[in-house]
């Protein structure tokens, strides 16, 4: 099964994130823009694995205390994907180098490129270049859990499905 572990988002966070695309669709980009159900922000990506019950484990040795997630208030993009960016934490850097970590010493693979934490707003984007002037509600949410994640590919693109979560606690 596809797996990954992310960071599920509050209606306000979306809300801000729907409107932002909005504005993205009104200056007639295109591409596949990300469905409400399917907003997340991305903390590790697992890929092909079959053992979700060791990843929740390893999930929980994580201690972190809550935070707030807050939006940058623009968007970015790696080449045609548009993401919404978020302002910086660092207990959210925290949680991912933990994160890291304990995937590594259970040795369970995951995407190790440098975390670049981004909320996916548009795939495959084509048309305007001209978003850099967007601006994004800076909405916030607490944080009091990150989920385990499964990506489905469905006639209609992916579905994400929570599988298990793990409660952050204040130490
Ligand atoms: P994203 O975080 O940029 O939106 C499920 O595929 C989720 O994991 C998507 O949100 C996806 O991109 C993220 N992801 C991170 N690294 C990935 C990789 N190497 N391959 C596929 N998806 C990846």
Redesign the pocket.
Same mark, same amino acid.
């Given at each position: 099964m596809?797996l990954?572990i992310?960071i599920r988002l509050d209606d306000n966070i979306k809300r801000a994130l729907i409107d932002a695309q909005y504005e993205l669709r009104q200056r007639s980009l295109k591409g596949r823009f990300?469905n409400i159900n399917?907003m #997340?922000? /991305?903390l590790?990506?697992i890929?092909e694995y079959n053992e979700p019950e060791k990843v929740l484990e390893t999930m929980d040795k994580i201690q972190c205390e809550p935070f707030s997630l807050t939006l940058g208030g623009y968007i970015g993009n790696?080449g045609n994907?548009l993401?919404a960016g978020i302002e910086k934490e660092p207990r959210l850097e925290a949680l991912v180098k933990q994160l890291r970590h304990f995937l590594s010493t259970e040795q369970i693979p995951f995407?190790r490129?440098s975390f670049n934490p #981004?909320? /996916?707003l548009i795939?495959n984007a084509i048309g305007s270049k001209e978003f850099a002037d967007i601006e994004v509600h800076k909405a916030s949410m607490t944080v009091g859990s990150f989920s385990l994640?499964r990506?489905n590919f469905g006639r209609h693109g992916?579905v994400?499905t929570e599988i298990g979560s793990v409660e952050l606690s204040q130490t």
């Open positions: 596809r990954f992310a990300t399917n #997340h922000l /991305t590790a990506f890929g790696f994907l993401w995407d490129k #981004h909320i /996916t795939r994640m990506s992916a994400y």
